[in-house]
């Protein structure tokens, strides 16, 4: 054996023992590979600034939530979690970990946010407290989403695009705070912004989110707009509505949410950011999907796709204004079941509990039953 390959196993095993004393010093749990292999990689490279890891709590008993001050993914739809669930011996609660990144990521985590935990289906607002560091999300995908959002906004600019020219000041303010966050946060994502360029236009062309101004007027309404990855809604038929005309579709919504989420718009203060996960399954890949149709994911689990919005609200401190954030992921469902053997059950039990008004609405009529064949081999 050469000196040289010698030296470079050496390496490789002075870096994995790196990793692991990381892990248990941070309290990774066992068996999650995928993270081992991210620590071993960082270790490799010399070690120099490490992800941080959001780890989570969930309380076991009566399904109520250990709060124990730390971020938590909220629960929305089949309620919140991750895929990186495991349990964590001595504490009976299972840890979640969502990794974030402060400098540019070498590695590829397609969903890092699986809103499932397999119990029954729940709607509710599952708003979060969100430290603002991390309000904003970039991957791996950043340069793709916003080249995407350049050629969206080139040739469909009045679907992406709606604005009420009262809310240019808002939008303005919305741009400054964004360019100040990614000086701050960011600084290798930053980008020209075109001083012609409206400014909620401008602001969506620096990250991967969409972006929603809405204004307290008569009531709260939504004032301006920058949404390139819709999914399956039109976005010039919301503008000017309030809460309860945006969400107007949505079964279970007036009798549920109606009033807490406005609620919760009043009482929102300048320094404090929330955020929520939504999801829902689909035939498609596509981040674009402006259209209000609403069918059955066509084909079988091969054929679809776990889509996940992370959303984010905060106040603007001069214009009073709610900035709503949209971030959207999505990958195969059939490698998510793959990767994790709790997803595919997770999945069905969310898709069977939900209320025959939310599965029409969502277009998931008879997936339940679909996706129980496909787990099955069948």
């Known amino acids: 054996m050469s000196s040289s390959i010698a030296a470079s196993r050496i390496a ?40 941080e890891w959001v780890v989570e709590r969930w309380a076991r008993v009566g399904g109520n939530d250990n709060n124990d001050g730390a971020e938590r993914a909220p629960r929305c739809g089949a309620t919140g979690g991750s895929r990186y669930r495991h349990r964590r011996a001595g504490d009976g609660g299972a840890a979640l970990l969502v990794p974030h990144w402060s400098t540019p990521r070498r590695f590829a985590v397609s969903m890092p946010y699986a809103p499932l935990d397999g119990r029954d289906w729940r709607f509710t607002m599952g708003l979060r407290p969100l430290d603002e560091s991390r309000w ?62 409206h400014p909620i236009v401008a ?7 969409d972006l929603c101004v809405l204004e307290r007027r008569d ?56 955020w929520r996960l939504n999801w829902t399954l689909l035939d498609s890949p596509a981040l674009h999907q402006p ?48 990767r994790d053997e709790t997803f595919g059950p997770s999945l069905w039990r969310a898709l069977h509990t939900a209320p025959s008004s939310v599965q029409e609405y969502k277009g998931w009529v008879g997936v339940a039953e679909r996706l129980s064949r496909a787990l099955k081999g069948e």
């Open 12 to 51: 490789v095993s002075l870096a994995t023992a790196r990793a692991l004393r990381v892990r248990l010093v941070l309290g990774i749990p066992q068996g999650n590979e995928e993270t081992l292999k991210i620590f071993a990689c960082w270790a490799r490279s010399g070690g120099g600034q490490a992800p």
């Open 136 to 197: 904003l999300e970039f991957d791996d995908r950043a340069h793709d989403e916003r080249a995407l959002k350049d050629s969206l906004l080139a040739a469909h600019y009045d679907e992406v695009v709606a604005v009420d020219e009262r809310a240019d000041a808002a939008s303005r303010e919305l741009l400054d705070v964004i360019v100040a966050h990614l000086a701050l946060y960011f600084p290798h994502q930053r980008r020209e912004v075109d001083p012609h360029e």
């Open 203 to 209: 602001a969506s062309r620096l990250v991967q989110e």
């Open 219 to 274: 009531a709260w309404r939504l004032s301006a707009a920058c949404v390139c990855f819709p999914s399956r809604w039109r976005l010039a038929s919301k503008l000017g509505a309030t809460l309860d005309g945006i969400h107007a579709p949505v079964p279970l919504y007036d009798e549920l949410l109606a009033a807490p989420t406005n609620a919760f718009f009043d009482r929102l203060r300048v320094g404090r950011a929330f």
């Open 291 to 338: 259209t209000s149709e609403r069918r059955a994911p066509s084909g079988s689990l091969h054929d679809w796709f776990f889509r996940v919005e992370r959303q984010t609200l905060r106040r603007l401190p001069d214009s009073g204004a709610a900035v709503f954030t949209i971030r959207t992921y999505v990958d195969s469902a059939a490698a998510l079941v793959a």
